[in-house]
């Protein structure tokens, strides 16, 4: 591939005539401006004219959409909400770690208003969540666990051992043999390694 | 497997000692094997197969099966559901900041009290005395002081300390004083009527009738954690003849 071109928004890429606007670009005047800082991306999509876009890296980022399942790490916990790291957007890793929130309310599909962060997350454990909202420009990600197929999937106890799940609501500790609780997700059959 | 534990009953542990269970290499033929379970109390944590013990202290033991360590500590770590006095160090928004010597300052809520609502708030200045109760309490989140009981009644928390003395001692002894047939509190009553509050945190506070006892009973309770019964009755017998 030819070295691609640099551009910064505000740049004129060409005209409306010669190219189909794609992502990371805006129309003017009968021509087509990047609005992004990045590298300009022509390509031939089949159709008469070739779609112009402007992306950040190479690759197209993958973005968490609503609906998305999503894995994250919880790092703090509030009576209220849990705060979350999104580390996977279905089975591909993120560059960045983007930030979410699971609301107490969106925990659990049943009693809502019995639910305790404490027994349902603690900071270190992986969770599997669905996005429910992208938030505005300060809050983060809304994420729910509501469902049975979501919730932590790897926690680690106190002693530091990793810990069984029993039930959707406990897991022990092999070494201890102490129970806590968690939300346990209930992972599809084909999804667990032999 | 319980005779190895037993043995050590009133010995001095520390951190790292390891109880193993044999189990095969030595069966009797003449003793019958039992099923035995021990509960492992504070200072106490099973690892696998063994009980690892994890705060220096002497082993104690109550029937049937229940050993723990008592340890002399200083430094208090909340505990949900536990009684404690706090100091109120600030007033922000509806909750107040409450320091009760853990590493973390504890948050009360105006709505807490009894009979508080939003329109009736509770008089509490910064600097008072309250006697609350742990309502949220672990290492991952900021401890949370109520002083209402589950049905809404104060039940004696709430704030208090008009007059008295709040000083600072070991959790054990604290821990000696609330036990409920305790000789140190019996010789204390015959001494001189006075008002005590104790808070598992390890601050003591008390009221006599004048400064000056007061002070005497601070001092006594102080001393009364390094002394032998005996030691601690002719002292108190001291004071009563007014010798001190």
């Known amino acids: 591939m030819s070295p691609m071109?640099?551009?910064?928004?505000?740049?004129?890429?060409?005209?409306?005539?010669?190219?189909?606007?794609?992502?990371?670009?805006?129309?003017?005047?009968?021509?087509?401006?990047?609005?992004?800082?990045?590298?300009?991306?022509?390509?031939?999509?089949?159709?008469?004219?070739?779609?112009?876009?402007?992306?950040r890296?190479?690759?197209?980022?993958?973005?968490?959409?609503?609906?998305?399942?999503?894995?994250?790490?919880?790092?703090?916990?509030?009576?209220?909400?849990?705060?979350?790291?999104?580390?996977?957007?279905?089975?591909?890793?993120?560059?960045?770690?983007?930030?979410?929130?699971?609301?107490?309310?969106?925990?659990?599909?049943?009693?809502?208003?019995?639910?305790?962060?404490?027994?349902?997350?603690?900071?270190?454990?992986?969770?599997?969540?669905?996005?429910?909202?992208?938030?505005?420009?300060?809050?983060?990600?809304?994420?729910?666990?509501?469902?049975?197929?979501?919730?932590?999937?790897v926690a680690h106890s106190e002693a530091g051992a990793q810990m069984v799940p029993i039930n959707w609501c406990e897991m022990q500790c092999p070494r201890t043999h102490t129970k806590e609780f968690r939300k346990v997700a209930r992972v599809q059959p084909e999804y667990l390694h032999a | 497997m319980e005779s190895c534990l037993k043995v050590k009953v009133g010995a001095v542990l520390l951190p790292g000692d390891v109880f193993t269970f044999i189990k095969t290499d030595t069966i009797s033929l003449t003793e019958s094997l039992k099923e035995e379970k021990i509960i492992c109390g504070p200072g106490l944590q099973r690892n696998g197969d063994d009980v690892v013990v994890c705060k220096s202290g002497v082993l104690r033991?109550?029937?049937?099966?229940?050993?723990?360590?008592?340890?002399?500590?200083?430094?208090?770590?909340p505990v949900k559901g536990e009684s404690v006095i706090g100091i109120v160090t600030t007033k922000s928004g509806d909750?107040?900041?409450?320091?009760?010597?853990?590493?973390e300052q504890a948050s009360l809520s105006y709505l807490a009290f009894e009979g508080a609502t939003k329109r009736n708030r509770p008089n509490v200045q910064v600097g008072d005395l309250v006697y609350a109760q742990f309502l949220i309490a672990n290492k991952d989140m900021e401890p949370e002081l109520v002083c209402i009981d589950s049905s809404g009644r104060a039940n004696g928390l709430g704030v208090f300390g008009a007059g008295g003395l709040l000083f600072k001692g070991s959790l054990g002894l604290v821990r000696r004083l609330l036990m409920p047939q305790n000789e140190i509190l019996k010789d204390l009553e015959k001494l001189y009527p006075c008002e005590l509050v104790l808070g598992m945190n390890g601050r003591l506070w008390v009221r006599a009738a004048t400064v000056q006892k007061t002070l005497i009973v601070a001092n006594l309770l102080e001393s009364s954690e390094n002394m032998s019964a005996q030691q601690r009755r002719t002292l108190f017998k001291r004071v009563a003849d007014g010798n001190l």
């Open chain 2, 61 to 77: 033991h109550k029937n049937p099966n229940l050993y723990w360590v008592d340890s002399q500590q200083r430094r208090y770590v």
């Open chain 1, 57 to 153: 890296e190479t690759e197209t980022q993958l973005l968490p959409d609503v609906g998305a399942i999503v894995t994250c790490k919880v790092t703090s916990i509030n009576p209220r909400f849990a705060k979350v790291h999104i580390l996977y957007v279905g089975s591909t890793p993120l560059k960045d770690r983007f930030r979410g929130t699971i609301r107490k309310e969106d925990v659990r599909a049943t009693e809502k208003d019995k639910v305790e962060t404490y027994k349902s997350f603690r900071p270190g454990d992986i969770v599997l969540a669905k996005v429910i909202s992208l938030g505005d420009v300060q809050s983060n990600y809304l994420l729910t666990t509501a469902e049975n197929e979501l919730g932590v999937v």
């Open chain 2, 95 to 103: 909750v107040f900041k409450v320091d009760v010597g853990g590493s």
């Open chain 1, 5 to 55: 071109k640099l551009c910064v928004p505000g740049d004129k890429l060409c005209s409306t005539d010669d190219c189909i606007p794609g992502t990371g670009v805006y129309m003017r005047h009968g021509y087509i401006f990047s609005s992004l800082a990045g590298y300009v991306l022509k390509k031939n999509e089949g159709e008469e004219l070739p779609v112009i876009s402007v992306v």
